[in-house]
């Protein structure tokens, strides 16, 4: 499975202002994440997989058209990230 590693200012631009204010409500700047991005071979739609990085600690989350971001945000609201 090949990985693209990205900058959020990479994704697109509903994805990227999303993330942007999730980041803000939570007390980060999207800068604190690593944010890289491939294709799903094993799901039948080619959905991508978003992974997100901070320090030690990494998940991954299928994008299902924005989806991702509400996940991540559940994360945040969890301290998976902290």
Request: with cysteine; proline share 4%.
């Amino acid at each position: 499975m090949e990985s693209t590693l990205l900058r959020y200012t990479d994704l697109p631009i509903g994805d990227r202002a999303a993330f942007e204010l999730v980041c803000a409500r939570h007390g980060f700047a999207p800068a604190h994440f690593d944010i890289s991005v491939c294709m799903d071979p094993a799901d039948a739609a080619h959905e991508r997989l978003i992974t997100v990085r901070r320090g030690g600690w990494a998940q991954s989350y299928h994008d299902r058209h924005g989806q991702w971001i509400r996940q991540f945000e559940a994360d945040l609201n969890c301290r998976f990230f902290k």
